[in-house]
């Protein structure tokens, strides 16, 4: 059995090396999950204000809404 200790290294080293391991590896699954989430509020930002335009867009050709009314609700979606 002697010889194995080479193969799998020496018990206390293995498990310290393989404990960063796991550490690093839940650090960057961690980091990637908040680049991921902070790329999805954006886009679903823009999203949802596409969708208010079209809704303001549809409201308009319907005739539900003045000119001016619609110029004035445009403005305040875009700032």
């Known amino acids: 059995m002697h010889h194995m200790n080479g193969v799998?290294?020496?018990g206390m080293g293995t498990m310290m090396s393989g404990g960063f391991f796991w550490i690093v590896l839940a650090i960057v699954f961690l980091y990637l999950l908040?680049?991921?989430s902070a790329r999805n509020t954006g886009h679903n930002r823009q999203a949802v204000e596409k969708?208010?335009?079209d809704i303001?867009?549809?409201e308009y050709a319907k005739g539900n809404i003045s000119e001016r009314e619609y110029a004035r609700k445009k403005?305040?979606?875009m700032h």
């Open 75 to 77: 403005n305040n979606l």
């Open 34 to 36: 908040v680049k991921k």
């Open 56 to 58: 303001l867009n549809k």
């Open 8 to 10: 799998f290294g020496s």
């Open 51 to 53: 969708s208010a335009i």
